[in-house]
């Protein structure tokens, strides 16, 4: 069995490869303090209801923090309860081959914590995958013919907190090598009961119209889908439906994001990527970072981290490198699609002495933040016994 999941602030969505049905369940917690059951979704409101439990109806926000949360009188972090979450919901599943949780955040804390509760349950990585909502539309459009993609693909996901704009461009270098680049742009929260009433539904209607006409670009469009809560009832977005129409093909999915990650998850399974082809998306990296270094009296660049890996999985790779008598360590950061370099040199702080005729060797480490931030460190190796290992300078925060 092959699985996609998506969230979003308030709901879990989750859908078999092959399958049309996507399983809704609200993304919420809760706790018997009899006999200390767990229980997801409705079950947990419905125990709620008879307060047999404590229900924390938003796991999402949780998930965002650092801090602690109290159930009872019992304290858990938000890893263990999103553990306990993933636990749940993935033992109603049997024979699980690959399972592929998405989000719309490209947010490390986010990330990290649904990635530890797969982690604990599957014990074997190559069984599932964290990353965002741009990852599952590109396997999506990869899933098509290439007339399908020939021109610009786009998506508007309107939900309970925000309305997004995915746009998938594609450029080809002079080296025939192709980049596909996903674009977003967000707007504000629009609430969905915005529509209980004409006037909302007007309002709505104007502002859909409104952010389409800003993110639409005048070149050629093949298809837009329409994703999300938001677009369940089409008899309010007239005026948005009527524009985006006039441009391209429309193809309507609230549950868009479950089935393309289901899609992503056979991908990752069975290797179905194009070597010649370069994603970047809010998952991956824009950049390839290289160490300008001599190699047999000859200056070299070594590429570190190259451009469309995915930076949440590469915060546990560190370097190490010989210094002789500079002070400094220079990195070279290459844009590759908008072709900018920049050198940025990495200073070897004072209480880091350079031994002379001695190898002075440190360990270089990127840790992203984000997409395009990382902090990099570097870490005193020492000299065996004899000279004192691992004193680290502050990290330094570069914007790639």
């Not at 995958?129 to 290439?146: G, Q």
């Not at 709505?204 to 469009?221: G, Q, S, V």
């Not at 660049?301 to 949440?312: A, N, T, V, Y």
């Not at 990099?376 to 914007?399: A, C, H, W």
Request: aromatic share 12%.
């Amino acid at each position: 069995m092959i699985l996609g999941i998506s969230l979003d602030e308030n709901n879990v969505y989750v859908n078999v490869l092959g399958e049309n049905e996507v399983i809704s369940l609200p993304f919420s917690l809760g706790r018997d303090l009899a006999n200390n059951n767990w229980f997801i979704g409705e079950e947990a409101r419905n125990e709620d209801i008879d307060n047999v439990d404590i229900v924390i109806d938003k796991l999402f926000y949780i998930m965002g923090t650092d801090g602690m949360a109290r159930i009872g009188e019992t304290p858990y972090d938000a890893r263990e309860l999103t553990r306990i979450f993933f636990s749940n919901l993935l033992t109603k599943f049997e024979d699980i081959e690959y399972v592929t949780v998405v989000i719309r955040q490209s947010n490390i804390k986010y990330l990290e914590k649904i990635k530890y509760a797969l982690q604990s349950f599957f014990k074997d990585d190559n069984k599932y995958n964290v990353t965002t909502y741009s990852e599952a539309f590109v396997s999506y459009i990869k899933s098509k013919e290439l007339s399908y993609y020939s021109n610009l693909v786009s998506l508007f996901d309107f939900t309970e907190k925000a309305l997004t704009y995915y746009e998938l461009v594609r450029y080809v270098d002079d080296n025939n090598l192709e980049y596909w680049k996903v674009n977003t742009q967000e707007h504000l929260a629009l609430p969905l009961d915005l529509l209980s009433g004409d006037a909302g539904k007007k309002v709505c209607d104007k502002i859909l119209y409104d952010f389409a006409k800003k993110c639409i670009k005048e070149e050629p469009y093949n298809h837009i889908i329409l994703s999300g809560l938001g677009f369940q009832d089409s008899s309010y977005y007239r005026e948005f439906m009527t524009f985006v129409c006039s441009i391209a093909n429309v193809e309507t999915d609230q549950f868009f994001f479950a089935k393309s990650a289901a899609l992503l998850s056979n991908d990752i399974l069975n290797n179905n990527f194009d070597k010649n082809v370069l994603l970047i998306t809010d998952a991956r990296t824009t950049a390839s970072i290289r160490l300008i270094a001599n190699v047999n009296q000859v200056k070299t660049k070594i590429e570190l981290i190259r451009p469309g890996e995915e930076w949440f999985n590469l915060n546990d790779n560190n370097y190490d490198v010989i210094v002789e008598d500079d002070r400094e360590i220079k990195i070279e950061i290459l844009k590759v699609i908008e072709r900018v370099i920049k050198e940025v040199p990495i200073a070897i702080p004072d209480n880091m002495d350079l031994r002379d005729d001695k190898t002075n060797l440190f360990e270089l480490g990127f840790e992203f933040i984000e997409q395009n931030i990382v902090n990099i460190t570097l870490t005193d190796k020492g000299f065996g016994e004899f000279y004192e290992s691992n004193r680290r300078m502050t990290p330094r925060q570069v914007y790639i």
